[in-house]
């Protein structure tokens, strides 16, 4: 079993639409939390931090964290064509630096005009 | 604003030839981070460094090497390329006691 579990989808929708993005985790230990937005051909950028359960907010973003479940999610409301990248989570274990991230591997969104 | 970045966007190199890909942080960052990327594999941790002159192996570091002699700077060398190192490679940085890392825009490198 894969530490980081993400559908990689292509996903597809209207813009407009509410759009929902998961990752599933085994380790219980991770605390830290985020979620990083790929543009084609370019670097990922961080979009969204969380530190253990709870929500949330900025923007049109609302970053999820069910650590009971071990599971994180990403909600895009009003989606617009220019949010279609690739979305990644990440998480990390404690804040020490000395841990690397554990990336999902990225699920791609296309947001139709 | 945080910038790393990379000394070239594209690169085309033959079979064995030694090929230096290099990363520059602006920020001060003790650690810096190699990984590549590739369809279906997502991102893959091959080196990072947690100080100068310091590295650690990732999850695929064979065939590749690192050097860090200064803070800001952190190179990865690939000592004879192959086919198969045919990837996009993203050099990342981020402050000590913090999780959030910074991407540079990445090196597309085509071995031929």
């Known amino acids: 079993q894969k530490e980081v579990e993400q559908d990689p989808g292509p996903l597809s929708v209207p813009e407009g639409a509410i759009v929902s993005l998961n990752c599933t985790y085994s380790?219980?230990?991770?605390?830290?939390f985020m979620w990083y937005r790929q543009y084609s051909r370019k670097g990922p950028e961080l979009l969204m931090y969380?530190?253990?359960?709870g929500n949330k907010e900025d923007g049109r973003f609302t970053a999820q964290v069910d650590k009971s479940s071990k599971y994180i999610s990403l909600f895009i409301r009003d989606s617009q064509p220019s949010d279609s990248a690739t979305y990644l989570c990440?998480?990390?274990?404690?804040?020490?630096?000395?841990?690397?991230?554990?990336f999902g591997k990225g699920t791609r969104l296309s947001v139709i005009a | 604003d945080v910038k790393v970045t990379q000394s070239s966007r594209y690169l085309v190199k033959r079979t064995g030839e030694k090929v230096f890909l290099e990363c520059v942080q602006d920020?001060?960052?003790?650690?810096m981070f190699w990984y590549r990327q590739d369809p279906g594999l997502g991102l893959r941790l091959i080196y990072f460094?947690?100080?100068?002159?310091?590295?650690e192996k990732g999850d695929i570091p064979e065939g590749y090497s690192v050097s860090r002699e200064k803070k800001e700077r952190f190179s990865l060398i690939l000592e004879s390329a192959s086919t198969n190192q045919t990837s996009m490679y993203l050099c990342?940085?981020?402050?000590?006691?913090?999780?959030?890392?910074?991407f540079g825009p990445g090196t597309r490198l085509l071995v031929l």
């Open positions: 460094s947690y100080d100068v002159k310091m590295k």
């Open positions: 380790n219980s230990a991770f605390q830290y």
């Open positions: 990440a998480m990390s274990l404690f804040l020490s630096g000395n841990t690397p991230l554990v």
């Open positions: 990342a940085s981020s402050s000590r006691g913090k999780e959030t890392q910074y």
């Open positions: 920020m001060d960052h003790e650690n």
């Open positions: 969380t530190y253990s359960s």
